[in-house]
């Protein structure tokens, strides 16, 4: 459970701060090489932006969903019951 935790809050500082961070699950299988070499890439693609004073590469967000309870702004949102709107 505390691997969640700090999953979470590494998810966060991620999204803040832009620091590269990346969970191995540890349950006896092998580490797939290619996750590995991904993430060594991505950090080393983003020190040399830095180096070079360009731009952070743009990353498309998540679009994060909330639940709508009781009746919330349906009637007025013109919302279903069952939608999800994107934040």
Known sequence: MPNKVA??????VTERE??????LPVNGDPVDPAVLDSFAFEVQESA???RDGLP?????QKLRLRVIRGGEGRASAGVT???MPAE
């Open 18 to 23: 832009g620091l590269p961070s990346m969970t």
């Open 7 to 12: 999953e979470a809050q590494f998810f966060h």
């Open 56 to 60: 952070p590469e743009h990353k498309p």
């Open 48 to 50: 040399r932006r830095r």
């Open 81 to 83: 019951p069952c939608s």
